[in-house]
C-alpha cells in the first residue's frame, strides 16, 4: 500500500511559476508509475503528466506540454510537479496519484491518490 502527501501549492499570478512535490510511504515506491492530474470545480479530473517506474517513459496532457515537467527521485519517494508560465486555467487541485501499470494517463489505472493540493492562478 502507498500513502501519498501533496505540497507546494498556492496562489501565483499568471506568467509564474510552481513546483509541487509528492511524499509517498512504502519501500516498493519504485514499483508504481506516478501522475499528476487535476481537477477544477465543476469538470472532471483530468490528466496532467506521468512518469514510469524508472522515469524512462513520460507523458504530458497538451494543455502543459512545454510548460511542466514532472520528475521523480526513488531515493526519497518523491515525485514532482515544475509548472511554468502558469495560466489561470491551470487553477486546480491537484492530486498525486500512483498505478500498478509502468505509467497511465488515466485515472482509471491509478490505485491511489494523495488529498490533493490547490493551485490558484491569478489573471
Known amino acids: 500500500q502507498v500513502q501519498l502527501v501533496e505540497s507546494g501549492g498556492g496562489l501565483v499570478q499568471a506568467g509564474g511559476s510552481l513546483r509541487l512535490s509528492c511524499a509517498a510511504s512504502?519501500?516498493?515506491?519504485?514499483?508504481?508509475?506516478m501522475g499528476w492530474f487535476r481537477q477544477a470545480p465543476g469538470k472532471e479530473r483530468e490528466f496532467v503528466a506521468a512518469?514510469?517506474?524508472?522515469?524512462?517513459?513520460?507523458d504530458y496532457a497538451d494543455s502543459v506540454k512545454g510548460r511542466f515537467t514532472i520528475s521523480r527521485d526513488n531515493a526519497k519517494n518523491t515525485v514532482s510537479l515544475q509548472m511554468n508560465s502558469l495560466k489561470p486555467e491551470d487553477t486546480a487541485v491537484y492530486y498525486c496519484?500512483?498505478?500498478?501499470?509502468?505509467?497511465?494517463?488515466?485515472?482509471?489505472?491509478?490505485?491511489?491518490w494523495g488529498q490533493g493540493t490547490q493551485v490558484t492562478v491569478s489573471s
Open positions: 512504502g519501500r516498493t515506491f519504485s514499483s508504481y508509475g
Open positions: 496519484g500512483a498505478t500498478l501499470q509502468r505509467y497511465a494517463n488515466s485515472r482509471l489505472f491509478y490505485k491511489y
Open positions: 512518469i514510469s517506474w524508472t522515469g524512462e517513459n513520460i
